[in-house]
């Protein structure tokens, strides 16, 4: 079958050849093409560039965002890969992630071990502590496998202190829809909210003293209470709420 035959195909090139864009009547072939000729200059500043104002207009349109896939990700990688050096592999990073949860664990099964209180109760916070960091991450990674949504690297991010974060292959990330999307961003802020109450939920098979089950719900509400105040903002649940109005506008069509 001839590319152009495809129903989604030839919506796609219609919209490529008649739409245009608001600043001064540039059409999408166009505007991405002086994107990519910005980043070979040497300017790696997407914002500035209007890029994500043009993805805004992409992923509204099911048939441009497949059309577009390839040149959206390969800009995204590019910038991505000039501004942040210090990356490791998904691999590696998976690994690290995994030893983190496997020393919670561990801690664990010191809490449910030892006769010390002191000892259960600080290995118990501890357990819940390094789950609300491993789990994020690999939350995303399996969540995002299972929809589609492939990625390039780990690497450090946010506000101090640094937290390891996963770098979506741009590509994919267009081609899973916004749905698909959506339960990819959810999956990494739920789990991080779920590990305190996972270690809270093993403390009565333990010797850990009071303190340690308040530590947890502390910690558990400080991270839901962090959610509704600056993650709907710019974070997992803002990426959320973005890719549900996506939804909502590819419905609407």
């Not at 496997?102 to 664990?105: L, T």
């Not at 801690?107 to 000892?119: D, G, I, N, Q």
């Given at each position: 079958?001839?590319?152009?035959?495809?129903?989604?195909?030839?919506?796609a090139?219609?919209?490529?050849?008649?739409?245009?864009?608001?600043?001064?009547?540039?059409?999408?072939?166009?505007?991405?093409?002086?994107?990519?000729?910005?980043?070979?200059s040497?300017?790696?500043?997407?914002?500035?560039?209007?890029?994500?104002?043009?993805?805004?207009?992409?992923?509204?349109?099911?048939?441009?965002?497949?059309?577009?896939?390839?040149?959206a990700?390969?800009?995204?990688?590019?910038?991505?890969e000039?501004?942040?050096?210090?990356?490791?592999?998904v691999?590696a990073?998976?690994?690290?992630?995994?030893?983190?949860t496997?020393?919670?664990?561990v801690?664990?099964?010191?809490?449910?071990?030892?006769?010390?209180?002191?000892?259960a109760?600080?290995?118990l916070?501890?357990?819940g502590?390094?789950?609300?960091?491993?789990?994020?991450?690999?939350?995303?990674w399996l969540?995002?496998?299972?929809?589609?949504i492939?990625?390039?690297?780990?690497?450090?991010?946010?506000?101090?202190?640094?937290?390891p974060?996963?770098?979506?292959?741009?590509?994919t990330?267009?081609?899973?829809?916004p749905?698909?999307?959506?339960?990819?961003?959810a999956?990494?802020?739920?789990?991080?909210?779920?590990?305190?109450?996972?270690?809270?939920?093993?403390?009565?098979?333990?010797?850990?003293?009071a303190?340690?089950?308040?530590?947890?719900i502390?910690l558990?509400?400080?991270?839901?209470a962090?959610d509704?105040l600056?993650?709907?903002?710019?974070?997992?649940?803002?990426?959320?709420r973005?890719?549900?109005?996506?939804?909502?506008?590819?419905?609407?069509?």
């Open positions: 079958m001839r590319t152009d035959d495809h129903p989604r195909a030839s919506r090139h219609l919209l490529v050849a008649e739409m245009t864009l608001p600043q001064g009547a540039e059409t999408y072939e166009e505007a991405f093409e002086r994107i990519e000729a910005a980043l070979e040497g300017n790696t500043d997407l914002r500035a560039l209007g890029f994500w104002r043009l993805l805004g207009r992409v992923k509204a349109e099911p048939a441009l965002a497949l059309h577009w896939a390839e040149v990700g390969r800009i995204d990688r590019r910038a991505f000039s501004r942040v050096r210090l990356r490791v592999p691999w990073g998976n690994l690290l992630l995994l030893l983190g496997i020393a919670g664990a801690a664990v099964w010191l809490a449910t071990r030892t006769t010390s209180e002191l000892v109760g600080l290995a916070v501890f357990a502590g390094v789950w609300s960091v491993t789990w994020h991450d690999l939350a995303h969540v995002g496998r299972m929809v589609g492939r990625f390039t690297s780990y690497f450090l991010s946010g506000p101090f202190p640094p937290r974060g996963l770098k979506t292959r741009y590509e990330y267009l081609r899973a829809g749905i698909a999307r959506v339960w990819m961003h999956s990494g802020a739920v789990a991080t909210k779920l590990a305190p109450f996972v270690a809270l939920a093993l403390w009565p098979s333990t010797a850990a003293p303190w340690a089950a308040w530590a947890l502390a558990g509400v400080l991270q839901i962090t509704l600056f993650s709907v903002r710019r974070s997992d649940w803002k990426r959320v973005r890719e549900l109005r996506v939804a909502r506008l590819q419905a609407n069509r």
